[in-house]
């Protein structure tokens, strides 16, 4: 493997990765740094938590570090694009870090605040931009930036700035660049809409894939807990008051939901905060700033407020609600296991999320363990299992698929019992009514 210490990077990058202690480039980095320092393009696919983020910020910070040039007012000379927020507050925060024995200025562009300040920075002059797509575009149309002397562009999280609608805005932005730019182009997923993107985007560029297509989640011990509607928030609150619980990062379908869920985990004694679109700019960083401070234990989420979160120290991430989009459950569980360590995503289905559940498994392949856990506790590890059935069915159908030493555990996933402990058996249960019905009617 090569080391840092033998790839082309300036002596502040060098001193600047000493003082973060990093020992050796992970994959992403191996590969990337050494083709991106060499101004190839970059088509990479990695999803978040792998080093993605120094593996690009590294190569931009060694090209404007060779040149001593002082920064041109509304002319950056990098664009870094992200597709929220928090991911482009965290990207600035990477650049400071391994950019601190350099003199290069950064502006930060996003939407949600107003933009006096922003305006205020790009008239100063930056080197370096990092914007989200929406902002950046209204602050060129008002005539605050001008991209005509960008010389490398990064595109971050690709597939998230196209499933949150920002295709056209990115095309409207690219129009925009010199055709001699160096481009390095990142997503955690290459579907074919990230595919034609990326072949518009680049020039004869260099592949860089660390998981096959998508996942890597092997580090992450992965749950599924099958349960009714009702019993989830009281499982939520089981799995993060048990002893192996540190920071949970819980996900949500809806605003509404976070706010829900996050208001009676509160309540019951768990200190939580949530984190959503409706929320102010100032009240999401706060909260992410609180839960990366361990003052709240647990933070309630939707996806596009979560994403690219690089909190280390979240053990557990829980799937409230499944995803409806499969790719996004590897973006959840990615908030987890960052950076090599491990971590545990439990993801709660009902019998209505069975069909995003099987959108997960079908994205997953064979090459994820999924431990079936029904809400009474059994639980199974079955590789890429056939559906479990709860509610509505029969334990015969729910083990017909699976192999006979596996079936009394399979049994589990079928509420053979009810919560009395009786057998639960539908036909006697329909005949008694019937015979009930019968009976009132006859006394009528
Ligand atoms: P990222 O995928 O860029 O969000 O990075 C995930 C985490 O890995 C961050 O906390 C980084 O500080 C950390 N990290 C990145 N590169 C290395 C490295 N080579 N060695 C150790 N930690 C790293």
Redesign the pocket.
């Known amino acids: 493997m090569k080391k840092?210490e033998e790839m082309d990077l300036i002596a502040p990058l060098q001193r600047a990765?000493r003082d973060?202690?990093?020992?050796?480039?992970?994959p992403?980095?191996e590969q990337t740094i050494p083709v991106a320092v060499s101004g190839r393009d970059v088509l990479g696919c990695?999803?978040?938590?792998?080093?993605?983020?120094?593996?690009f910020a590294l190569p931009v910070l060694n090209h404007l570090g060779q040149r001593n040039r002082k920064a041109v007012s509304q002319c950056p000379f990098v664009l870094v694009l992200a597709p929220t927020r928090e991911l482009a507050i965290?990207i600035s925060h990477?650049f400071s870090?391994y950019g601190k024995h350099l003199k290069l200025r950064r502006a930060l562009v996003y939407g949600g605040v107003g933009q006096g300040n922003q305006v205020r920075a790009m008239n100063r002059g930056a080197h370096i931009l990092i914007a989200t797509p929406g902002r950046l575009l209204d602050l060129m149309n008002q005539g605050c930036i001008d991209l005509a002397q960008v010389e490398m562009i990064v595109l971050d999280e690709a597939d998230r700035m196209l499933d949150m609608g920002f295709l056209p805005d990115v095309k409207r932005i690219l129009n925009q660049l010199p055709d001699d730019r160096q481009t390095l182009f990142f997503s955690a997923t290459m579907p074919p809409s990230i595919v034609d993107l990326s072949k518009r985007m680049l020039t004869q560029p260099v592949n860089v894939q660390i998981q096959s297509n998508s996942v890597s989640v092997d580090k992450i011990e992965q749950k599924v807990l099958l349960l009714q509607r009702n019993q989830k928030q009281e499982s939520l609150r089981g799995i993060v008051t048990a002893d192996d619980a540190g920071q949970v990062l819980v996900f949500t379908r809806t605003k509404r939901g976070a706010d829900v869920v996050a208001r009676k985990l509160d309540q019951s004694g768990v200190r939580t905060m949530a984190i959503h679109g409706n929320k102010s700019q100032n009240a999401r960083q706060r909260a992410l700033e609180a839960f990366r401070k361990y003052q709240v234990q647990v933070l309630v989420a939707t996806d596009v407020a979560a994403r690219?979160i690089?909190i280390?120290g979240i053990t557990h991430v829980v799937n409230f609600d499944l995803p409806v989009d499969p790719e996004s459950y590897v973006h959840r569980i990615g908030r987890t296991g960052?950076?090599?360590a491990s971590g545990i995503a439990i993801s709660f289905c009902t019998d209505g999320e069975r069909r995003e559940l099987r959108e997960i498994q079908k994205l997953l392949g064979n090459k994820v363990r999924l431990v079936f856990e029904h809400s009474n506790g059994a639980s199974e590890q079955l590789h890429r299992p056939s559906m479990p059935r709860t509610k509505g069915s029969t334990t015969s159908r729910s083990t017909s698929k699976r192999p006979s030493s596996r079936r009394s555990s399979t049994r589990s996933f079928a509420p053979a019992s009810t919560a009395n402990g009786k057998p639960k058996n539908r036909r006697k249960q329909r005949k008694g009514r019937n015979a009930r019905q019968r009976l009132k009617q006859a006394s009528q």
């Open positions: 840092f990765l973060e202690k990093y020992k050796a480039p992970t992403i980095q990695a999803q978040t938590g792998t080093g993605k983020t120094a593996a965290q990477s870090t690219g690089d280390d960052r950076a090599g």
